[in-house]
Protein backbone atom coordinates (compact mmCIF):
# COMPACT_ATOMS: atom_id res chain seq x y z
CA UNK A 1 0.00 0.00 0.00
CA UNK A 2 2.97 2.27 0.91
CA UNK A 3 4.14 1.59 -2.40
CA UNK A 4 1.25 2.23 -4.34
CA UNK A 5 1.03 5.56 -2.69
CA UNK A 6 4.41 6.89 -2.93
CA UNK A 7 4.12 5.98 -6.88
CA UNK A 8 0.81 8.01 -7.35
CA UNK A 9 2.64 11.26 -5.63
CA UNK A 10 5.76 10.71 -7.47
CA UNK A 11 3.03 10.60 -10.95
CA UNK A 12 1.31 13.74 -9.80
CA UNK A 13 4.51 15.61 -8.64
CA UNK A 14 5.49 14.76 -12.13
CA UNK A 15 2.41 16.13 -14.20
CA UNK A 16 2.30 19.15 -11.90
CA UNK A 17 6.11 19.80 -12.79
CA UNK A 18 5.36 19.37 -16.78
CA UNK A 19 2.01 21.23 -16.21
CA UNK A 20 3.97 24.14 -14.97
CA UNK A 21 6.75 24.00 -17.78
CA UNK A 22 4.00 24.48 -20.25
CA UNK A 23 2.06 26.76 -18.55
CA UNK A 24 5.79 28.85 -17.78
CA UNK A 25 6.29 28.77 -21.42
CA UNK A 26 3.07 30.03 -23.13
CA UNK A 27 3.68 32.58 -20.06
CA UNK A 28 7.12 33.64 -21.58
CA UNK A 29 6.20 33.70 -25.02
CA UNK A 30 3.32 36.14 -24.59
CA UNK A 31 5.74 38.71 -22.63
CA UNK A 32 9.26 37.51 -24.98
CA UNK A 33 8.44 35.93 -28.50
CA UNK A 34 9.87 32.52 -29.33
CA UNK A 35 13.45 33.45 -29.88
CA UNK A 36 13.22 34.52 -26.09
CA UNK A 37 11.58 31.77 -24.45
CA UNK A 38 14.67 28.58 -24.15
CA UNK A 39 14.40 26.14 -22.16
CA UNK A 40 16.57 27.40 -19.53
CA UNK A 41 14.74 30.59 -19.49
CA UNK A 42 11.50 28.82 -18.71
CA UNK A 43 13.60 26.41 -16.15
CA UNK A 44 14.23 29.39 -14.36
CA UNK A 45 11.05 31.26 -14.45
CA UNK A 46 9.22 27.86 -13.54
CA UNK A 47 11.57 26.36 -11.07
CA UNK A 48 11.34 22.92 -13.04
CA UNK A 49 14.52 20.90 -11.97
CA UNK A 50 16.60 20.89 -15.32
CA UNK A 51 16.69 16.88 -15.65
CA UNK A 52 13.23 17.38 -16.21
CA UNK A 53 13.90 19.23 -19.69
CA UNK A 54 14.44 15.91 -21.73
CA UNK A 55 12.35 13.97 -19.67
CA UNK A 56 9.07 15.43 -20.53
CA UNK A 57 9.85 17.21 -24.16
CA UNK A 58 11.97 14.57 -25.60
CA UNK A 59 11.26 15.93 -28.88
CA UNK A 60 12.60 19.15 -27.88
CA UNK A 61 11.76 22.33 -27.63
CA UNK A 62 9.30 22.20 -30.22
CA UNK A 63 7.30 20.12 -28.08
CA UNK A 64 7.55 22.19 -25.42
CA UNK A 65 5.94 25.31 -27.51
CA UNK A 66 3.30 23.12 -29.35
CA UNK A 67 2.08 21.73 -26.03
CA UNK A 68 2.12 25.62 -25.00
CA UNK A 69 0.65 26.64 -27.41
CA UNK A 70 -2.60 24.02 -27.79
CA UNK A 71 -2.97 24.90 -23.84
CA UNK A 72 -3.01 28.32 -24.69
CA UNK A 73 -5.49 27.25 -27.42
CA UNK A 74 -7.82 25.46 -24.76
CA UNK A 75 -8.07 27.77 -22.26
CA UNK A 76 -9.45 30.88 -24.53
CA UNK A 77 -12.25 27.75 -25.63
CA UNK A 78 -12.88 26.30 -22.69
CA UNK A 79 -14.02 30.19 -21.33
CA UNK A 80 -15.76 31.02 -24.71
CA UNK A 81 -17.63 27.97 -24.19
CA UNK A 82 -18.72 29.06 -20.66
CA UNK A 83 -20.96 31.86 -22.58
CA UNK A 84 -22.69 29.91 -24.89
CA UNK A 85 -26.19 30.69 -24.96
CA UNK A 86 -25.80 34.70 -24.22
CA UNK A 87 -26.29 37.16 -27.07
CA UNK A 88 -23.56 38.15 -29.37
CA UNK A 89 -22.92 41.24 -28.26
CA UNK A 90 -21.96 39.72 -25.01
CA UNK A 91 -19.77 37.32 -26.31
CA UNK A 92 -17.74 40.17 -28.39
CA UNK A 93 -17.32 41.97 -25.02
CA UNK A 94 -15.96 39.36 -23.37
CA UNK A 95 -13.51 37.97 -25.93
CA UNK A 96 -12.19 41.60 -25.95
CA UNK A 97 -11.90 41.65 -22.01
CA UNK A 98 -9.98 38.05 -22.47
CA UNK A 99 -7.26 40.52 -24.23
CA UNK A 100 -7.84 43.42 -22.81
CA UNK A 101 -6.65 41.78 -19.12
CA UNK A 102 -3.88 40.29 -20.27
CA UNK A 103 -2.63 43.86 -21.48
CA UNK A 104 -3.45 45.47 -17.84
CA UNK A 105 -2.31 42.55 -15.83
CA UNK A 106 1.48 42.44 -17.11
CA UNK A 107 1.34 46.46 -17.53
CA UNK A 108 1.34 46.82 -21.20
CA UNK A 109 3.87 44.07 -21.70
CA UNK A 110 2.14 40.62 -22.66
CA UNK A 111 0.55 39.86 -26.12
CA UNK A 112 -1.01 36.24 -27.39
CA UNK A 113 1.63 33.42 -26.98
CA UNK A 114 0.36 31.93 -30.41
CA UNK A 115 0.52 35.16 -32.58
CA UNK A 116 3.98 35.59 -31.17
CA UNK A 117 4.73 32.06 -32.89
CA UNK A 118 3.03 32.42 -35.97
CA UNK A 119 5.52 35.38 -36.94
CA UNK A 120 8.84 33.73 -35.88
CA UNK A 121 8.73 30.10 -36.34
CA UNK A 122 9.77 28.40 -39.39
CA UNK A 123 8.82 25.55 -38.24
CA UNK A 124 6.39 23.67 -40.42
CA UNK A 125 4.86 21.14 -37.14
CA UNK A 126 4.48 24.85 -35.11
CA UNK A 127 2.66 26.76 -37.86
CA UNK A 128 0.19 23.60 -37.79
CA UNK A 129 -0.38 24.32 -34.03
CA UNK A 130 -1.45 27.85 -34.61
CA UNK A 131 -3.18 27.08 -37.75
CA UNK A 132 -5.19 24.45 -35.85
CA UNK A 133 -5.64 27.38 -32.46
CA UNK A 134 -6.59 30.07 -34.64
CA UNK A 135 -8.62 27.88 -36.84
CA UNK A 136 -10.35 26.39 -33.81
CA UNK A 137 -10.98 29.74 -32.05
CA UNK A 138 -12.59 31.04 -35.08
CA UNK A 139 -15.07 28.53 -35.50
CA UNK A 140 -15.50 28.42 -32.08
CA UNK A 141 -16.40 32.48 -31.94
CA UNK A 142 -18.87 31.82 -35.70
CA UNK A 143 -20.81 29.22 -33.86
CA UNK A 144 -21.27 31.23 -30.61
CA UNK A 145 -21.81 34.28 -32.49
CA UNK A 146 -24.61 32.42 -35.43
CA UNK A 147 -26.18 31.55 -31.83
CA UNK A 148 -26.42 34.80 -30.29
CA UNK A 149 -28.38 36.71 -33.23
CA UNK A 150 -26.10 37.24 -35.73
CA UNK A 151 -26.56 35.15 -39.49
CA UNK A 152 -23.91 32.41 -40.11
CA UNK A 153 -22.44 34.27 -42.69
CA UNK A 154 -21.87 37.36 -40.63
CA UNK A 155 -20.72 35.12 -37.83
CA UNK A 156 -18.26 33.67 -39.90
CA UNK A 157 -16.80 36.75 -41.14
CA UNK A 158 -17.34 38.36 -38.01
CA UNK A 159 -15.21 35.93 -35.53
CA UNK A 160 -12.21 36.28 -38.46
CA UNK A 161 -12.55 40.31 -38.49
CA UNK A 162 -12.66 39.87 -34.21
CA UNK A 163 -9.67 37.66 -33.82
CA UNK A 164 -7.87 39.47 -36.10
CA UNK A 165 -8.92 43.56 -35.00
CA UNK A 166 -8.16 42.61 -31.48
CA UNK A 167 -4.87 40.70 -31.70
CA UNK A 168 -3.66 43.71 -33.99
CA UNK A 169 -5.09 45.93 -31.13
CA UNK A 170 -3.03 43.98 -28.78
CA UNK A 171 0.75 44.57 -30.75
CA UNK A 172 -0.46 48.50 -31.50
CA UNK A 173 -1.27 48.83 -27.51
CA UNK A 174 1.84 47.48 -26.07
CA UNK A 175 3.81 49.06 -29.04
CA UNK A 176 2.58 52.52 -28.08
CA UNK A 177 2.30 51.43 -24.28
CA UNK A 178 -1.11 52.49 -23.87
CA UNK A 179 -4.62 50.95 -24.04
CA UNK A 180 -6.17 53.81 -26.48
CA UNK A 181 -5.01 51.56 -29.65
CA UNK A 182 -6.79 48.88 -28.06
CA UNK A 183 -9.86 50.54 -26.89
CA UNK A 184 -10.41 52.45 -29.98
CA UNK A 185 -10.33 48.96 -32.35
CA UNK A 186 -13.11 47.72 -29.32
CA UNK A 187 -15.48 50.31 -30.01
CA UNK A 188 -15.26 50.01 -33.68
CA UNK A 189 -15.73 46.16 -33.48
CA UNK A 190 -18.70 46.99 -31.27
CA UNK A 191 -20.16 49.61 -33.53
CA UNK A 192 -19.92 47.33 -36.83
CA UNK A 193 -21.45 44.82 -34.59
CA UNK A 194 -24.37 46.09 -33.43
CA UNK A 195 -25.31 47.70 -37.04
CA UNK A 196 -25.14 44.31 -38.22
CA UNK A 197 -27.57 42.99 -35.07
CA UNK A 198 -29.86 46.06 -35.52
CA UNK A 199 -30.41 45.18 -39.56
CA UNK A 200 -31.03 41.47 -38.62
CA UNK A 201 -34.41 39.84 -38.48
CA UNK A 202 -36.47 39.67 -36.11
CA UNK A 203 -35.83 35.71 -34.90
Excluded at 62 to 91: C, F, M, N, S
Aim: glycine share 8%.
Amino acid sequence: MTVVIVNRWEMSMVSEVRTRMVDGAAILLAKNGLQNTSFSEVLDYTGAPRGSVYHHFPQGKDQLIGEAIDATGARVIAALTAKDGEGAREITVFFLDLWRSVLTRSNLRAGCAVLAVTVATDSPDLMSHTATVFRTWRRSLAGLLERGGLAAAEASGYSALLIASSEGAVVLSRAEQSLEPFDLVSGQLLDQLDRMLEAAPPA
